[in-house]
């Protein structure tokens, strides 16, 4: 256990609807970031934040995603109108400024129908 | 961030050293080698990092060569639980976006 944790660890939806997952990060960690996971792939960045600033986003991250991090602390994922495609795990990890080591929570496995 | 070339898979007998190869040839004088593995249906754990010296925690060992261009993660007894996918990663500045590769698949078996 890291010290990051994910909810829900596991969502089945219906194509279409919207869902939306939480990371709470290390208490102390001020950068939280959110990568997806397909199957047989390695994680792919999402987007990052530094306190409640949201600081890059990838390409990945279509109009259809929006992250927050309103208070500095926890933040949100949500996926709107989701597509079979979006199927796949959703990793948080945090870190402390000026250090580069992620720690990453246990995931949210997406599927959608 | 500078890219990295690791073989895709490797086999270890349980209790046995695994060593898992990394080569960086394009890595500059302050970037770090960070080493993650990610057992199966798991978040990706770190595991150690380094910059010039070699380095040695609780988990493993990391071993980096004069030149930097090239890095082995030793698992001094390999057992069951070591079964995972390894990555090796060079992020390019520090507190930005892990750029993760097909890592190499370790498969410990007694």
């Known amino acids: 256990d890291t010290g990051v944790s994910q909810n829900p660890r596991h969502k089945i939806t219906k194509r279409g609807q919207n869902v939306t997952f939480r990371c709470d990060p290390i208490?102390?960690?001020?950068?939280l970031y959110w990568y997806r996971q397909t199957l047989g792939q390695g994680p792919e960045f999402l987007t990052y934040?530094?306190?409640?600033?949201?600081?890059?986003k990838s390409r990945l991250l279509s109009d259809r995603f929006s992250a927050e991090r309103p208070k500095g602390s926890f933040s949100t994922l949500e996926i709107q109108r989701t597509e079979q495609g979006d199927s796949a795990m959703y990793l948080c990890?945090?870190?402390?400024?000026?250090?580069?080591?992620?720690?990453f929570g246990p995931g949210t496995r997406l599927l959608v129908l | 961030d500078a890219k990295t070339t690791q073989p895709p898979s490797m086999d270890c007998a349980e209790g046995r050293a695994a060593n898992l190869p990394c080569n960086h040839s394009?890595?500059?004088?302050?970037?770090?080698v960070y080493w993650y593995r990610q057992i199966h249906s798991q978040g990706p754990q770190y595991i150690i990092h380094?910059?010039?010296n070699n380095e040695t925690n609780e988990m493993a060992s990391l071993i980096i060569t004069e030149d930097r261009k090239s890095s082995t993660l030793i698992l001094p007894h390999a057992t069951l639980r070591d079964t995972a996918v390894y990555y090796c990663?060079?992020?390019?500045?520090?507190?930005?976006?892990?750029?993760f590769g097909k890592g190499t698949t370790l498969s410990v078996s007694s």
């Open positions: 394009t890595i500059s004088g302050n970037e770090y």
């Open positions: 934040f530094q306190n409640e600033a949201q600081l890059e």
């Open positions: 990663i060079v992020p390019t500045q520090a507190g930005t976006a892990l750029i």
């Open positions: 380094g910059l010039k």
């Open positions: 990890a945090s870190s402390l400024f000026g250090q580069e080591t992620q720690y």
């Open positions: 208490s102390e960690h001020n950068r």
